[in-house]
């Protein structure tokens, strides 16, 4: 068994993540890539593992739950606020029609659409810039992922989610919980879920996984 293998049996299968789109997904995505020089021989870890400029990428089992929650269809347009890495952005783009992702820190993004682009991944639209406000006046998504933590839920984002749509969100500065966000014809649903920590949601962006 590879150590990919052995990753998505024991801490995403092993811990009730299942789907075979998201399990194939797994399988499909080279995590080392993803992962900063230094510490490509523990990227399929059970942990955080630093990124640089003070972020890390996430362990596989929260970017396999937040997967998850978001409940992805093949047709589904997804936002992710906090490209980081790329690689939560890599797992999505497997599962959705489009990805449109954000990220305040340029160097970030650039490192993650070399990665992208080099595995031919051709459904995903890049932006630097205030992850807070989504991605454009007039846009609207199927789902929403965001990977770092503001203290409440940016409204923008809200607005940008279809009737029908999913976010899940991390929220909170010192105790933050997982949120999944559901809009309907009749308003907001918000639905905790379990303790988590991430980074902080700056007032002028995001810092991301």
Same mark, same amino acid.
């Given at each position: 068994m590879t150590p990919q293998e052995r990753m998505i049996e024991e801490q995403i299968?092993?811990?009730?993540?299942?789907?075979?789109?998201?399990?194939?997904?797994?399988?499909?995505?080279?995590?080392q890539l993803f992962v900063a020089d230094g510490y490509r021989s523990r990227a399929y870890e059970d942990a955080a593992l630093p990124l640089g400029y003070d972020q890390t990428i996430s362990q596989p089992y929260m970017v396999g739950l937040m997967t998850s929650l978001?409940?992805?269809?093949?047709? #589904?347009?997804? $936002?992710? *606020?906090?490209t980081g890495s790329g690689y939560q952005t890599a797992i999505i783009s497997r599962m959705a029609r489009s990805v449109c992702t954000i990220e305040i820190n340029a160097q970030?993004?650039?490192?993650a659409q070399v990665i992208l682009r080099s595995l031919g991944y051709d459904n995903i639209q890049f932006e630097v810039g205030d992850g807070r406000l989504g991605w454009s006046a007039t846009a609207s998504f199927d789902a929403v992922i965001v990977t770092a933590a503001p203290e409440t839920i940016p409204p923008q984002l809200v607005k940008q989610l279809r009737s029908g749509g999913r976010m899940v969100?991390?929220?909170?500065?010192? #105790?933050?919980? $997982?949120? *999944?966000?559901q809009k309907t014809e009749d308003g907001v649903k918000r639905d905790q879920q379990t303790a988590v920590r991430f980074v902080p949601l700056l007032d002028s962006g995001c810092s991301s996984k």
């Open positions: 299968k092993g811990r009730g993540i299942n789907g075979s789109g998201l399990l194939n997904a797994f399988s499909q995505v080279p995590r978001l409940n992805l269809r093949e047709d #589904d347009d997804v $936002l992710e *606020v906090g970030l993004s650039d490192r969100i991390p929220v909170g500065v010192y #105790d933050q919980y $997982l949120y *999944v966000v």
